[in-house]
């Protein structure tokens, strides 16, 4: 079924006239908890001028920063990749603000706000010159990190990143989501009553064509993003990022650090043609792999060749 703007607005109109979003606040406040109980943050909780960013760190070694995409956590990276890692770096995940356990930030529409928040963090844990890995929307904050302090970045690899703006539009599920009638009706009753079949076949639609990894859907705490600020945040971070991806990509030939984007030939989530081939072609020191056959979640289905690429990374920038 395709939904027009017209008749997504009339839903929106009637879900709010039977007042569903007061009808499942009780079972989304359950639910929350519950969630937030089983999946308690797993590293430290800083301070960044009154805003709480939630870090996990493991290993020793030059840093390596670990910026999750739309929808994610820290567990996304903890499933695996930074335990590859941990052995040649010191590897911190960050939650991105208004997502995990990090809070949400005024004006975090944009990857440059998060970007700036993240790089606060990290100063408060001696985070120095670090190779910036960011998956997906994390490609994107990133990018913003090297652009804000090109000086201050070793290295950028890009992940499935989203880093270009694209042709047309989004799914109603953004418009509607992150709407203020949405985000009060819609949004409520998601938390409150999806099934947890729901999440799984969401978590299945972003591996394929690649299988998920046995126990990251257990690992990664669908229920934390269920969680109804986090789920309105989270749509008006994607729907507000296109105008910041063309403002940012006019700065990228300014760029002159070293930059590593991998990216699968069979994601659909974010398409290579779409962000990496033209990414590459504006950067002055990109180095592009392209993964055959491979779909969004390169970092679970190539996990050796995203390790190489961060190594090769570090290397560029001598670290």
């Known amino acids: 079924m395709t939904f027009t703007r017209s008749a997504a607005l009339s839903l929106l109109a009637a879900f709010a006239t039977a007042s569903c979003g007061a009808i499942a606040d009780g079972p989304a406040d359950r639910r929350e908890a519950t969630a937030e109980a089983r999946y308690p943050p797993t590293g430290r909780l800083i301070d960044v001028g009154g805003l709480t960013v939630h870090a996990d760190t493991s290993g020793a070694g030059p840093d390596v920063v670990l910026i999750h995409g739309a929808s994610g956590n820290t567990r996304d990276f903890t499933f695996d990749l930074a335990r590859r890692l941990s052995t040649g770096f010191r590897v911190t995940a960050f939650d991105r603000p208004g997502l995990g356990w990090s809070d949400r930030a005024e004006g975090g529409v944009s990857p440059l706000v998060q970007a700036d928040i993240l790089r606060a963090a990290a100063a408060e844990i001696g985070i120095t010159r670090p190779v910036v890995v960011g998956h997906s929307?994390?490609?994107?904050?990133?990018?913003?990190?090297?652009?804000?302090?090109?000086?201050?970045?070793?290295a950028v690899v890009s992940l499935a990143g989203a880093t270009m703006p694209w042709p047309g539009g989004l799914g109603p599920w953004?418009?509607?989501a992150g709407s203020e009638i949405g985000?009060?009706?819609?949004?409520?009753?998601?938390?409150?009553?999806?099934?947890?079949?729901?999440a799984e076949k969401a978590i299945a639609g972003i591996f394929a064509p690649d299988p998920v990894p046995e126990g990251y859907a257990?690992?990664?705490?669908?229920?934390?993003?269920?969680r109804r600020e986090t789920l309105r945040e989270n749509a008006r971070q994607v729907r507000g990022l296109k105008p910041h991806l063309q403002a940012m990509s006019a700065e990228y030939p300014d760029l002159s650090l070293p930059v590593e984007i991998v990216h699968g030939t069979a994601d659909t989530t974010v398409p290579a043609e779409v962000h990496a081939k033209p990414m590459a072609a504006l950067l002055p020191d990109a180095n592009l792999t392209l993964l055959p056959d491979a779909g969004h979640m390169i970092h679970h289905?190539?996990?050796q060749a995203v390790?190489?690429?961060?190594r090769r990374a570090a290397a560029r920038a001598g670290r």
Request: glycine content about 14%; hydrophobic content about 50%.
């Open 301 to 303: 289905a190539r996990p």
């Open 137 to 154: 929307y994390g490609g994107a904050v990133a990018m913003a990190w090297a652009l804000r302090d090109p000086d201050g970045t070793g």
């Open 218 to 226: 257990d690992h990664i705490g669908a229920g934390l993003t269920l």
């Open 174 to 176: 953004y418009s509607i």
């Open 307 to 310: 390790v190489d690429a961060i």
């Open 183 to 198: 985000g009060a009706t819609i949004v409520p009753m998601i938390a409150a009553f999806a099934p947890a079949s729901r």
